[in-house]
């Protein structure tokens, strides 16, 4: 079993994996972070043999993976570094954890394409683990690359109590942007409605302790009944007039919201139309609604720019 491995990065994802594959049997014996410091106080609950601020060649011949866990800004600079050691790469497996970037990100004539693979946690990580915080457990992993490596990427995922789905090369950024848009967008979505209840004199800071039940029942709505039909509220029930409302009130006291609004309403609409809530009649008059606001948006915008 290619059990040893070799961690370069240490900051949240790496850090992650660090702690839960030593925690699911694996030997992490070697650590590469700049930041010493943060190295130095991981390494107090983990039994790594050596760390370094730099990659080193000796850890690459020492290990049956190397995992990369840096910003995908720096992928392509790691993967320099490690070539530029003049170790045998030739039966080392190398996994990196970016959504986005694929194994192409590799230089084919250094590294065996069969070995290479992208293992992406569908995950959100908001800081460096200093113990094992089960971020990686139960969870889908997004994977892509070689044959061989699929088959050790699929363990190691196992290991871990997870599961995987497998993503088209050409499809990387594509999957990355689905992510962005359940995680990342959520928080914006949810400052949003922060932003709209401070408005009306509401304290921001208890917008989460009032709209906490809802999404929890959303979610577990979701969770039971589907997406499609777990859709409630003015659009699923064709209130126009309640819509209408809202695009005034929003037009006249937060106007900068109104693409927002508009946007994420005609994306409503087709779950709506899905849920068969809506027929196309009541399509086209919610559709009309918004694009009257979308239109005079557009003349406000021109006018202030011209």
Excluded: W
């Amino acid at each position: 079993m290619k059990n040893k491995i070799y961690i370069i990065g240490t900051g949240r994802v790496g850090s992650a994996f660090a702690f839960e594959l030593e925690g699911a049997g694996y030997k992490v014996n070697f650590l590469t972070d700049k930041n010493s410091d943060r190295l130095k106080t991981i390494c107090k609950s983990l039994s790594v043999l050596s760390t370094s601020e730099s990659i080193k060649r000796e850890f690459i011949e020492a290990s049956d993976i190397i995992l990369i866990c840096v910003q995908d800004r720096f992928i392509a600079e790691a993967a320099k570094e490690i070539r530029m050691t003049e170790a045998d790469l030739s039966e080392k497996f190398f996994i990196h954890t970016s959504g986005s970037e694929s194994t192409d990100v590799f230089p084919v004539a250094e590294f065996n394409r069969n070995n290479l693979i992208s293992m992406h946690p569908i995950q959100t990580f908001n800081k460096i683990s200093f113990q094992n915080n089960n971020l990686l457990k139960n969870i889908y992993f997004g994977i892509e690359g070689g044959e061989d490596a699929q088959r050790i990427a699929a363990e190691i995922i196992e290991r871990l109590s997870s599961r995987f789905i497998e993503i088209p090369k050409e499809k990387k950024y594509l999957y990355h942007s689905a992510c962005v848009i359940t995680s990342n967008f959520l928080v914006t979505l949810l400052n949003i409605s922060s932003e709209i209840i401070g408005s009306i004199g509401i304290d921001k800071s208890k917008m989460f302790e009032i709209f906490k039940p809802i999404i929890n029942n959303t979610l577990n709505n979701i969770s039971e009944h589907g997406l499609v039909d777990s859709l409630t509220g003015p659009f699923e029930r064709n209130d126009v007039e309640t819509i209408s409302n809202h695009l005034n009130s929003i037009n006249r006291e937060i106007p900068s919201l109104i693409p927002f609004y508009t946007l994420l309403g005609m994306e409503t609409v087709k779950v709506a139309f899905k849920k068969e809530s809506l027929n196309l009649t009541n399509v086209i008059s919610i559709l009309d609604l918004m694009n009257e606001y979308i239109v005079n948006e557009a003349k406000l915008t021109n006018k202030t720019i011209n």
